[in-house]
């Protein structure tokens, strides 16, 4: 009888924190000119956004332009990433949406939308005080343009990002630490990220928002001195810290049969009880 107690409620338990809680970086598939970015499940935010790419400029017409391309970071990222506490993806990836280019003065424009986002304060938005980084921003590969909207999609014209907080390789062995991008702005709510002159794989840069933003839009251009054929690209990394503990249904599905089975005891002992006295 004891044994059958203690079963029923390991049941209910395991039910209760059989969804795992964890913090993770937004996978993106797709490209070259459209890729959906997916929250990974169990994480705060839920849902998607997607990026377009458009208005190609191709800086040599002997090679095609080239547009968004989802990747990772990893699986050996190094200490000064784990200090910072960001947890990556399965795998010990940092999953990143990259914009690439083939050669000197390739740019497009490049729009992140998250009308898709749930799960935050507001829906629809990225909310405010997300972890967003820049990672491998080197070789003058520059982000021109740096605006957002709000969720009317109305330009943000005042101050919407926070930082650099840090910038540090984030991949093992750890190359020795440089000066940054530069980062400028912002000018009635515009920004630039400038890329170092030099290769610095795989730099991460970290930022957070400090407003709701529906969308993120920005110029990628590769400045004179870049790379030349087969270049290289920075990209954008988005987090989302843990969610809450909200059962899944094969998790609720244990909780109730949990408490069937508490129940049908209960109806049993009564049932006796009142045979006993009869």
């Given at each position: 009888?004891?044994?059958?107690?203690?079963?029923?409620?390991?049941?209910?338990?395991?039910?209760?924190?059989?969804?795992?809680?964890?913090?993770?970086?937004?996978?993106?598939?797709?490209?070259?000119?459209?890729?959906?970015?997916?929250?990974?499940?169990?994480?705060?935010?839920?849902?998607?956004?997607?990026?377009?790419?458009?208005?190609?400029?191709?800086?040599?017409?002997?090679?095609?332009?080239?547009?968004?391309?989802?990747?990772?970071?990893?699986?050996?990222?190094?200490?000064?990433?784990?200090?910072?506490?960001?947890?990556?993806?399965?795998?010990?990836?940092?999953?990143?949406?990259?914009?690439?280019?083939?050669?000197?003065?390739?740019?497009?424009?490049?729009?992140?939308?998250?009308?898709?986002?749930?799960?935050?304060?507001?829906?629809?938005?990225?909310?405010?005080?997300?972890?967003?980084?820049?990672?491998?921003?080197?070789?003058?590969?520059?982000?021109?343009?740096?605006?957002?909207?709000?969720?009317?999609?109305?330009?943000?014209?005042?101050p919407w990002i926070s930082g650099p907080s840090a910038f540090f390789d984030m991949t093992s062995p750890?190359?020795?630490?440089?000066?940054?991008?530069?980062?400028?702005?912002?000018?009635?709510?515009?920004?630039?990220?400038?890329?170092?002159?030099?290769?610095?794989?795989?730099?991460?840069?970290?930022?957070?928002?400090?407003?709701?933003?529906?969308?993120?839009?920005?110029?990628?251009?590769?400045?004179?001195?870049?790379?030349?054929?087969?270049?290289?690209?920075?990209?954008?990394?988005?987090?989302?810290?843990?969610?809450?503990?909200?059962?899944?249904?094969?998790?609720?599905?244990?909780?109730?049969?949990?408490?069937?089975?508490?129940?049908?005891?209960?109806?049993?002992?009564?049932?006796?009880?009142?045979?006993?006295?009869?």
């Amino acid at each position: 009888m004891h044994l059958l107690r203690f079963s029923i409620a390991w049941l209910i338990l395991f039910g209760l924190i059989a969804t795992p809680l964890h913090a993770e970086w937004m996978v993106f598939t797709g490209g070259p000119t459209v890729a959906t970015g997916v929250w990974p499940s169990g994480t705060a935010l839920s849902g998607t956004a997607v990026a377009t790419a458009s208005n190609f400029v191709n800086g040599n017409l002997a090679t095609l332009p080239v547009g968004l391309v989802p990747t990772a970071v990893g699986p050996a990222l190094s200490p000064n990433y784990f200090a910072t506490g960001l947890q990556p993806n399965l795998g010990t990836l940092v999953s990143v949406l990259s914009t690439p280019y083939n050669d000197t003065g390739d740019k497009y424009l490049t729009v992140i939308d998250f009308s898709g986002t749930t799960g935050g304060p507001n829906p629809g938005v990225l909310p405010a005080g997300s972890i967003f980084a820049i990672i491998d921003l080197d070789i003058t590969e520059n982000y021109r343009k740096i605006f957002a909207t709000d969720a009317t999609n109305t330009f943000i014209s005042t101050p919407w990002i926070s930082g650099p907080s840090a910038f540090f390789d984030m991949t093992s062995p750890v190359a020795v630490s440089s000066p940054p991008p530069t980062f400028a702005g912002p000018v009635t709510g515009v920004y630039g990220m400038f890329g170092i002159t030099y290769n610095f794989d795989a730099g991460m840069w970290l930022f957070q928002t400090t407003q709701d933003v529906k969308t993120i839009n920005f110029d990628m251009e590769v400045g004179v001195g870049g790379n030349t054929i087969g270049g290289g690209g920075a990209g954008w990394a988005f987090y989302t810290p843990p969610g809450i503990n909200v059962p899944e249904p094969t998790a609720i599905a244990l909780v109730t049969f949990g408490i069937v089975l508490l129940g049908a005891r209960g109806t049993r002992r009564n049932t006796r009880a009142r045979v006993l006295l009869s």
